[in-house]
């Protein structure tokens, strides 16, 4: 059992940037495979970007690729979100998600695999 708190999330002027945070609760965070997934209003939930339990493979989705850059720690329990060049269609809450069994340099972007989540964090991008 793990449980996700993220943190980091705010209004923000496009252009801007912000540093999401994802803490872990449990002694074994470098077991699972990490993951950010995003919902707007009224969308489904989508995925962002992922990273493996070694933190060596990293996947983006194509939207947010070039901008955002996913990261983890594994002595702090803590996989991180850095996001730049934001732009309104970023607004939406941000959730990170854990999921078990995945091979050390594995990935997943499924949405359903994923076995814990955050609660979420608000993310705004306005002028």
């Known amino acids: 059992q793990v449980q996700l708190v993220e943190s980091g999330g705010g209004l923000v002027q496009p252009g801007g940037s912000l540093r999401l945070s994802c803490a872990s609760s449990?002694?074994?965070?470098?077991?699972?495979?990490m993951g950010w997934f995003r919902q707007a209003p009224g969308k489904d939930r989508e995925f962002v970007a992922a990273?493996?339990?070694?933190?060596?493979?990293?996947y983006y989705a194509d939207a947010v690729k070039g901008r955002f850059t996913i990261s983890r720690d594994n002595a702090k329990n803590t996989e991180y979100l850095q996001i730049n060049s934001l732009k309104p269609e970023d607004t939406a809450v941000y959730y990170c998600?854990?999921?078990?069994?995945?091979?050390?340099?594995?990935?997943?972007?499924?949405?359903?695999?994923?076995?814990?989540w955050g609660q979420g964090t608000q993310v705004t991008v306005s002028s």
């Open positions: 990273i493996s339990r070694s933190a060596s493979v990293t």
């Open positions: 998600a854990a999921v078990r069994g995945k091979a050390y340099h594995t990935v997943t972007t499924d949405v359903r695999e994923y076995d814990y």
């Open positions: 449990g002694r074994t965070f470098s077991g699972y495979a």
